[in-house]
């Protein structure tokens, strides 16, 4: 499988009031051709500053201070800001989590979705229009030739969002990155923009990186998961190595405090104690230490490197080190391995 | 679960309109009819705008209702004066705790002072050693450090602050809690806290709560029974597993179908329902019990036809 991008042991700083917040603390992934990674993680963790620095759109005080973005192999924090500018909307392209921060409530949707060809492509204003209308007829929006000259309020919350992703998808990216698209949304809308996302991935070949902090919807989008946890990722596999077998405990904590349908009434919801650290001074040791029910001492003193599960999938808790002692992870995640024997992979 | 099933607040025939006879005319709340039992948890769902807040702020008596009557113990407070002593009187049994633990604290004081309003409203302690007992005893309640009770709510994280709400909410001992989706802005990790705390003080103190939210896989976890709000009006009212299980308005089958579930196999094998929102209504449907406790919206023939 081609990796159309490669992020490398990338570090995120913040300059504030309080001192530096070291947001981004060594995070490494790819991205393989056509397919979707999730990032999953609570807020906080860094979700969206990770994906942020991939097209450099960090606020003022955030500085990459280490690391290589690579596209096709070359180092986009290498580029110039022409460069980035060209690829920014056109190549690589972004959907946030409020259509209404994303759109210009001043102007026409159409001239909204026509917008990234006239900037990054030689074509006509006519042909634009044209091919936005084409696009918004592939995201659903019902008749758009009639409502080319709509204003965004003049739309419901689920077909804005709609409107965001043609916006994204027009120039046909290489690489879609959408951050918690569909957290502000309805159940109901949110399960017919999932179903868009993948139909279109289908249909432009797109890559995706889908940002969420909500488990089902990962289930539901992800080739593979990444999980992250104060500026780091702890773990990352294939969708079905993350759901059914998880090795971190930070991920035993977030499978584990969702109720599925079946938590029986009466039995209490797994809760992680406490709250994330603070990241101006993060913890030497691993930082999930002090909310974890299964830390050793060593976890206090050293942050734990990637242990390798199976082929593509890693985590990094020394409860993978051959040295620690074994642990019997809480009741709901034992299920989730069953299952696991069941499609045929092997538990360590 | 209610034993005795003895009813704490009776809604009937609910309607708050908004802008009446203006062309933005909102009817928020249209027709509503339901019990609510003492010590149950009362689950009210449906998507944005159907109109949940709006009930839950209505029988607070934040608004005076358009139509219909609310009963409280027996009582009917949907009348009574926004200022009179009836209705501090009822404030004290009856609180509300929000959505949002940012905006629903004033930043300007402190936590003390937060929760210790409603003991100073109704005078509930005789000096300020008394209060501060009090504030500590209900921060130690919802688990956070009563030494921490002169600070300001920025000093807090979100699931903390919705502790402080719901700290505030308890000063007063009420019967009756309406929880309008107090764990939408938070952290799954952090949801599981708030709603573990909300179960051992409900267990405790006998409470009775309205629980309002969209996200329906925590509802059928926390609620005994289930009402369904689309557009103003309860489509469908069961127990918790009832609703799951034997959903019969095509509106909770569609909203059913769209929960996302932890696990790939299952989501790998999800169709989505989708429902027709263009003609939702037709004029000879009411809400009516069909089965033993389960109750649909649809008209007389569709109601005969599951005897
Ligand atoms: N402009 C900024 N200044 C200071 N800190 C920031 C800034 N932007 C983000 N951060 C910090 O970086 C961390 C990661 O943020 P973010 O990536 O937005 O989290 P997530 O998307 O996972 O919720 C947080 O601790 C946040 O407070
Ligand atoms: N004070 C108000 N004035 C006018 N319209 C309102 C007011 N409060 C709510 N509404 C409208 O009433 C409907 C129901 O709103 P709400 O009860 O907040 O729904 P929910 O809580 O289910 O999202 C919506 O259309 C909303 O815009
Ligand atoms: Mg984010
Ligand atoms: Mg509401």
Redesign the interface.
Known sequence: MEKILEVKDLHVDFDTYNGVVHAIRGVSFHLNAGETLAIVG??GSGKSITVRSILQLLAKNGTISKGEILYHGDDLLQKSTKEMDDIRGNKISMIFQDPMTSLDPTMTIGKQVAEPLLIHNNVSKKDALKRAEEVLRLVGIPNPSARMNDYPHQFS?GQRQRIVIAIAIVDYPEILIADEPTTAL???????I??LLKELQQKIGTSIIFIT????????IADRVAVMYAGRFVEYGS??DI??NPQHPYTW???D?????D?N?GS??????G?PPNLLNPPEGDAFAPRNAYAMEIDEEEQPPFFKVSKNHYAATWLLHPNAPKVTPPEGIMKRFA?YER?GGNVK | MADERKVIVSVKNLKQYFNIGKPNEVKAVDDVSFDIYKGETFGLVG??GSGKSTTGRSIIRLYNPTDGHIYFNGQDISKIKSHGPKMKEFRREMQMIFQDPYASLNPRMKVKDIIAEGLDVHGLVKNDDERDKRVRELLDMVNLNPEHMTRYPYEF????RQRIGIARALAVDPQFIIADEPISAL???????V??LM?DIQKKQGLTYLFIA?D???V??ISDRIAVMYRGKIVELAS?DEI?KNPLHPYTQ??L???????????VK?T?ID?DHKRPFEDDQRLQEVMPGHFLYCNDEKAASFK
Do not use: C, W
């Open positions: 609570e807020s919350g309805d159940v109901t809308v949110q399960a017919q999932i179903d902090h909500d488990l089902g919807v990962v289930a539901g969708v079905n759901f059914y904590g977030l499978l405090s969702m109720p599925t349908l938590t009434e209490r919801l797994h809760s992680i104690p709250t299952k499609l | 998507e944005s994280s979100g699931g903390q952290d799954v990790s952090i949801q599981a806290q709603v573990n179960q969209h329906l896989s925590m059928k976890y918790a799951y569609s909203l179908s769209a929960i996302p579930v932890p696990d790939p196999e299952i989501e999800r989505r429902f």
